[in-house]
Nanobody, 121 residues
Framework: QVQLVESGGGLVQPGGSLRLSCAAS????????MGWYRQAPGQQRELVAT???????NYADSVKGRFTISRDNTKNTVSLQMNSLKPEDTAVYYC???????????????WGQGTQVTVSS
């Protein structure tokens, strides 16, 4: 089994900062691209940021310059530093990882349970 566990969500005022973290555990051979997605009420889940094993990053236009994604391959973790938060950033944030569980197995996408981020005064 593989588990992704997120932490760090909460309530913050506009202009504030939050840091989300996600740890992958279980039967893991290798982790490839990791990322964060979010889903606001009544909206589809959307990409926030991704990071490859070589630390190449990709961001949604709406968060560029405000959010920073990073990973620690020794700990199987991925983090999202969110600065200058806006009310429109309010959503449930999901961690995602593309994981190969055995040397000969296929890769699959795994998701965390989600963590709520609310930006409000």
């Amino acid at each position: 089994q593989v588990q992704l566990v997120e932490s760090g969500g909460g309530l913050v005022q506009p202009g504030g900062s939050l840091r989300l973290s996600c740890a992958a555990s279980g039967s893991i051979f290798r982790i490839y691209t990791m990322g964060w997605y979010r889903q606001a009420p009544g909206q589809q889940r959307e990409l926030v940021a991704t990071i490859t094993t070589g630390d190449n990053t990709n961001y949604a236009d709406s968060v560029k310059g405000r959010f920073t994604i990073s990973r620690d391959n020794t700990k199987n973790t991925v983090s999202l530093q969110m600065n200058s938060l806006k009310p429109e950033d309010t959503a449930v944030y999901y961690c995602n990882a593309n994981i190969r569980r055995t040397a000969w197995g296929a890769t699959n996408d795994y998701w965390g349970q989600g963590t709520q981020v609310t930006v409000s005064s």
